[in-house]
T-cell receptor, first 115, second 113 residues
Framework: EPEVTQTPSHQVTQMGQEVILRCVPI?????FYWYRQILGQKVEFLVS????????KSEIFDDQFSVERPDGSNFTLKIRSTKLEDSAMYFC?????????????FGPGTRLTVL | AQSVSQHNHHVILSEAASLELGCNYS??????LFWYVQYPGQHLQLLLK??????LVKGIKGFEAEFIKSKFSFNLRKPSVQWSDTAEYFC???????????FGTGTQLKVEL
């Protein structure tokens, strides 16, 4: 069964450094999402992406964050200057062409640790 | 803004006990409702979903959930849990049409032998 994959599984970085988290959504999916879960807290929506542009973003998704689909298969989340509070598990998800009227398929997550 | 409440944060049950996990949402319009499960060390997986039709939906592994519109609830049930059901369970809602999921805080279920 096709799966969403994410790399790396664990990223450790110094505060102020840039990180890029990578996701490969399921191949025929058209809607892509990033969520994060700070330890002990809810899974929170960050951003959704459709037709090569952001369709919705949360208050968390400020100017330090950006997303890109550089090559038709990867979907990346960039954090330009990481802060301690960016430490979290970041999940990528994708949805088939039917869009929101269907489940979101989640990747295994990238654990980001900012020191 | 929509929100989701899961009132049970930690639940401990013995094998064969019945399970009911509560989920309430606050949004007055049409919603799609989901239960996801996260087994230890694994990613979020869909247990079941409700979009329309029969408010009692059946999912994988013997789970079911009932949508009660008047109570804004979507409680998850299983008549007889197994040790392998030990996991974290998340209720989630979206407004449909390619929108974000809003998650509850999750319920950590531990099933003891």
């Amino acid at each position: 069964e096709p799966e969403v994959t994410q790399t790396p599984s664990h990223q450790v970085t110094q505060m102020g450094q840039e990180v890029i988290l990578r996701c490969v959504p399921i191949s025929n999916h058209l809607y892509f999402y990033w969520y994060r879960q700070i330890l002990g807290q809810k899974v929170e929506f960050l951003v959704s992406f459709y037709n090569n542009e952001i369709s919705e973003k949360s208050e968390i998704f400020d100017d330090q964050f950006s997303v890109e689909r550089p090559d038709g298969s990867n979907f990346t989340l960039k954090i330009r200057s990481t802060k301690l509070e960016d430490s979290a598990m970041y999940f990528c998800a994708s949805t088939p062409p039917s869009g929101g009227a269907d489940e979101q398929f989640f990747g295994p997550g990238t654990r980001l640790t900012v020191l | 803004a929509q929100s989701v409440s899961q009132h049970n944060h930690h639940v401990i049950l013995s094998e064969a006990a019945s399970l009911e996990l509560g989920c309430n949402y606050s949004y007055g319009g049409t919603v799609n409702l989901f239960w996801y499960v996260q087994y230890p060390g694994q990613h979020l997986q869909l247990l079941l979903k409700y979009f329309s039709g029969d408010p009692l939906v059946k999912g994988i592994k013997g789970f079911e959930a009932e949508f009660i519109k008047s109570k804004f609830s979507f409680n998850l049930r299983k008549p007889s849990v197994q040790w392998s059901d030990t996991a974290e369970y998340f209720c989630a809602v979206n407004k449909g049409g390619g929108n974000k999921l809003t998650f509850g805080t999750g319920t950590q279920l531990k099933v003891e032998l």
